[in-house]
């Protein structure tokens, strides 16, 4: 038996002492002396008994171990054509300033912070700097629009938010402050404070409630780490389903950190000093977990890099980045290289670099299409690992556990389930796949330490949402097979969540702002196959009766709306109108019919299609 089988099969006969092991690579303030604790399953909890601080685990313990010297983060910033690198004791010494600033505005363990920072050093330092004091940071992606920062705002509640005067995108400067303020406009919730890091490119003007960040921290006394439940909250992070309503998932303190530890030597191969890079943003869940807490939780160097895969300013930034800080190994979204591949297809930008240092190249976040596999694999000669997970799981379900003992890849693959993830295949009466047989991706419960143990503030949504499908599992949302060696592949979400360029977005909730219009009876919202982004959002709309509106008139409008209101970044540009809508006898519209026609596939007629005419006249359309 290889060492991933043997580790695996201990990890689900043995849980207990599998994940006890692990968690001796954390330094606890109290010990866990239990891992699991099922007591109001299906609802678990891990290191029942445990208590720690991340923050401490993150920075103090290496700095006392006697690596302050060791380069904890490197930021690159192309767009500012900035670099500075930051030791262990440097960070610790910065987080811990911040979060006696924190302290000193009454945030305390348990209160919620919100982070709406860019790509830049305090993001890393306002969310440890939360750590260490036992609150709870949310971070809320910059490219989204007022509306959802208002949800995310009423939801968490919270006491503070640290934001920047702006982000910058490579064709316009993001003014954070005007979005606040009518988020702000838009929701119940008050928070108390608005830190603002100002940023020289440009400044902005504060107001009554807000503070300026070197200020504050001018004066602000160094905060120690603050002991909390290892079952305590650590971050909450907003992430899209299938309505308006963005999902809190919910990380602890203890499982989160041993798991990440251990994913980063067993999946990842990463070790102390090593230099990894994650080009993701910290307003996603994979910037979370391998920008920050990971690799920091190990002693490693990470690398927070400010840019784009092209246009900051070529397509060799990727290859620059890894060969000038000697970055082991990369892991990205397969649509960053696929616009790299787009602007550079033979290379050339790639071969100006020394990346002999280089040694593996992970990505995730969308399915990897074979073509970008091998075209990296040939371009780079590393292997290419493709691995799945999701916000709520917080590190990898499926990868090739490349510390553990590299497998040989497969492409298309997603490679084996890990330890600790009890992979099913299900029919929809819950029955098990035979291999290579496809179903809904579910997973026995309990989820390893690391996934989410609720959502915020809503344990019932948690239980609805996950594990009420099938009886005694969690609900992926994801289908696929396992073909006869175990090896998973990964076909495609089952709901109507869309992966617009790695960005997970809900086409339920574009279609509240579309429906929302004077002119709209109604609409659907689809994605469909986009070669550079994985998937783009598409809308059909049907007029009200009697409604006289010019078509452009009416796809500019609603462009606009779904940009307003969701965000930039869900791409949003296609919008037709449509006689009528294909719907089954009961209502239901068609979308995942509509959504193989779109993507090209010979996708059969529902036999509980109430007027198959309708889908015709549309096939045309979808086709486009
Ligand atoms: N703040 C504000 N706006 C943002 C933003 C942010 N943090 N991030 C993106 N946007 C805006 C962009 O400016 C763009 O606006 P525009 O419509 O005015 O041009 C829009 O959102 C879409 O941006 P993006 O998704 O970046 O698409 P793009 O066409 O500019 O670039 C890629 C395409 C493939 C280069 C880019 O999507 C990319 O780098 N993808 C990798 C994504 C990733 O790392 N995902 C994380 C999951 S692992
Ligand atoms: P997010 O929560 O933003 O990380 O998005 C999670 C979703 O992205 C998953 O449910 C999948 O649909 C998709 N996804 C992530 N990684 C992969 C992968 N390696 N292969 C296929 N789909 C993936």
């Known amino acids: 038996m290889g060492a991933y089988e043997e580790s695996y099969r201990r990890s689900l006969a043995d849980p ?4 006890l092991d692990a968690a001796a690579a954390i330094s606890w303030t109290k010990p866990p002396t239990r891992a699991l604790d099922d007591s109001a399953a299906p609802l678990y909890r891990w290191f029942p008994d445990g208590e720690l601080n991340t923050s401490y685990n993150a920075l103090d313990r290496h700095v006392e171990a006697g690596h302050g010297d060791r380069t904890a983060l490197i930021y ?91 982000g910058i995108e490579p064709t316009r400067i993001v003014e954070y402050l005007p979005i606040i303020e009518e988020a702000l406009t838009l929701s119940e919730h008050r928070p108390e404070r608005t830190i603002v890091l100002q940023r020289e ?61 251990w994913s980063m030597r067993a999946v990842y191969d990463i070790h102390p000093g090593d230099v990894w890079w994650t080009a993701s943003d910290v307003g996603w869940v994979v910037g979370h977990s391998y920008i920050v807490y990971a690799p920091l939780l190990i002693g490693a160097t990470t690398v927070l890099y400010e840019g784009k895969p092209v246009g900051t300013p ?28 787009k602007v550079d297809p033979d290379g050339t930008e790639l071969v100006k670099y020394d990346l002999s240092g280089f040694r593996t190249l992970f990505l995730a976040g969308e399915r990897l299409d074979p073509e970008t596999y091998h075209w990296a694999h040939d371009k780079l000669g590393v292997p290419v690992v ?31 389930p890990l330890p600790g993830w009890d992979v099913r295949i299900l029919d929809g009466d819950g029955v098990q796949q035979a291999p290579g047989e496809e ?20 344990d019932q949504r948690y239980v609805d949402n996950y594990l009420s499908r099938y009886d005694g599992h969690y609900l992926t949302g994801d289908s696929g097979y396992l073909d006869a060696d175990g090896y998973i592949f990964v076909m495609g979400r089952t709901d109507d969540v869309i992966n617009v360029a790695g960005h997970r977005l809900s086409t339920g909730s574009m279609e509240a702002v579309l429906a929302a219009h004077p002119a709209v009876a109604e609409c ?72 193989g026609i779109a993507d090209g596939r010979d996708e059969p007629v529902p036999s509980t299609i109430e007027d198959p005419a309708v889908l015709e006249a549309l096939r045309p359309i979808l086709r486009g």
Not at 397 to 414: K, Q
Not at 526 to 553: N, W, Y
Request: net charge positive; glycine share 8%; hydrophobic share 45%.
């Open 439 to 458: 179903g809904s991706i579910a997973i026995r419960l309990p989820l390893p330490p690391g996934a989410l143990p609720t959502l915020w503030g809503d």
């Open 76 to 166: 690159d910033s192309p767009v500012t054509g900035s670099t500075r690198s930051y030791t262990y004791a440097e960070l610790r010494d910065q987080v811990a300033v911040f979060a006696g600033a924190l302290k000193s505005l009454g945030v305390g363990a348990g209160d919620r912070v919100i982070v709406y920072l860019p790509m830049v050093p305090e993001a890393v330092v306002t969310m440890l700097a939360c750590a260490r004091l036992g609150a709870i940071h949310s971070v809320v992606f910059g490219g989204f629009a007022p509306k959802e920062l208002a949800a995310r705002i009423d939801d968490a509640r919270p006491k503070v938010i640290v934001a920047a005067s702006c």
């Open 314 to 341: 070529d397509a060799g930034a990727f290859w620059r980045v890894i060969s000038e800080h000697r970055a082991k190994a990369l892991f990205t979204a397969p649509t960053a290289l696929r616009a790299i591949k």
């Open 201 to 261: 490119i440009a400044p902005a003007k504060l107001g009554e409630r807000d503070l300026d960040w070197v200020a504050l921290v001018a004066d602000a006394q160094p905060a120690d780490p603050v002991p909390v439940a290892a079952t305590d909250p650590l971050y909450i992070l907003y992430t899209s389903g299938t309505t308006g309503k963005p999902k809190g998932v919910v990380r602890d303190n203890g499982g989160h950190a041993v798991a990440l530890a």
């Open 16 to 19: 207990e002492s599998f994940w």
């Open 386 to 416: 493709d691995h799945w997970w999701q916000t709520e799981t917080g590190w990898p379900i499926a990868a090739n556990p490349r510390g553990l003992e590299p497998l040989p890849t497969r492409p298309g693959s997603a490679t084996v």
């Open 524 to 595: 659907a919202v689809i994605g469909v196959h986009d070669s550079l982004k994985g998937q783009l959002p598409r809308g059909l709309v049907v007029l009200k009766a009697g409604v006289d509106i010019d078509e452009s008139v009416l796809r500019d409008q609603l462009v606009a709306a779904v940009r307003r209101d969701i965000g930039p970044v869900a791409a949003f540009r296609d919008v037709s109108v449509v006689e009528a809508l294909p719907k089954t006898r009961s209502g239901k519209i068609l979308r995942k019919t509509m959504r």
